[in-house]
């Protein structure tokens, strides 16, 4: 496929939604780094925007999803009074905490510094994860007394073994990139300064495959991990079988 020059999308606020596309590989990027990249509503109604072109867009194989500065990807929702009013789900609906949740059907590599709250949990809808040597994964919730929705408990007993999951949940116990790399959150660690470099890669080895294959194969995995594993074994996936005939 012939790679297309960079495109600037600019229906969205240029300021907290960075967003262009290079070949086959989507760049989404937070752009609040002086908040720490938290996420108020108008950056919830871009991101959903976002997603919506991404999956319509048939020439997009792969994302990187990135925060912008040196402290953060992101820290949770903006609770400065910013969020809270879009009916949509946190992140732009991938998360699936306060809205309907969005499946993006294209792979998703999501990009590391520091994340927190809402942050890991946006971060943990992601296929691929690389890591900043810096990065600390955490859920403060519990720790300063507010938990809405419970969203942020589910991905993470799913994602880490269950005593460490527990401890992040109920003791705001930390984890850095090198532990998240231990117990299998996090595809790998590098240097900050070679950190999206790293993902572009990730997103290359990705977007060189049959992006048809690619989605086929999350789509039955997501559907999979809702059933017990010998129905998984025995069932159909709609996309699956799409891709096999040609109908895709």
């Not at 072109?53 to 792969?62: G, L, N, S, T």
């Not at 905490?97 to 971060?123: D, N, Q, S, T």
């Not at 990065?135 to 938990?147: A, C, D, Q, R, Y």
């Not at 060189?208 to 017990?228: F, Q």
Request: with cysteine; proline share 5%; hydrophobic share 40%.
């Amino acid at each position: 496929m012939p790679a297309c020059s960079p495109t600037k999308m600019t229906a969205r606020p240029p300021e907290e939604i960075e967003f262009q596309r290079v070949g086959p590989i989507a760049q989404v990027r937070l752009n609040r780094p002086t908040k720490l990249n938290a996420i108020t509503d108008r950056m919830e109604r871009a991101l959903l925007a976002v997603w919506g072109e991404i999956d319509a867009d048939d020439d997009i194989r792969c994302v990187v999803l990135s925060g912008n500065g040196e402290r953060a990807f992101c820290v949770g929702a903006d609770i400065s009074g910013e969020h809270g009013g879009t009916g949509i789900a946190f992140g732009g609906g991938l998360t699936g905490i306060g809205g309907p949740l969005i499946e993006l059907r294209k792979p998703l590599v999501a990009v590391h510094g520091y994340c927190l709250g809402g942050g890991f949990e946006l971060a943990m809808c992601a296929d691929v994860i690389v890591a900043a040597d810096d990065t600390v994964f955490g859920l403060p919730e519990t720790s300063i007394g507010v938990i809405d929705h419970c969203g942020v408990v589910h991905r993470a007993v799913r994602r880490l073994p269950h005593s460490i999951a527990m401890g992040m949940i109920l003791a705001g116990q930390r984890l850095s990139a090198t532990e998240g790399a231990r117990y299998g959150l996090v595809n790998g660690v590098v240097s900050t300064t070679g950190l999206l470099d790293e993902a572009k890669r990730w997103a290359t080895r990705i977007s060189e495959c049959s992006p048809g294959a690619t989605m086929a194969a999350k789509a039955a995995v997501l559907r999979g991990l809702e059933m017990s594993l010998p129905a998984a074994l025995s069932s159909r996936y709609p996309q699956i079988d799409a891709f096999n005939t040609g109908a895709r």
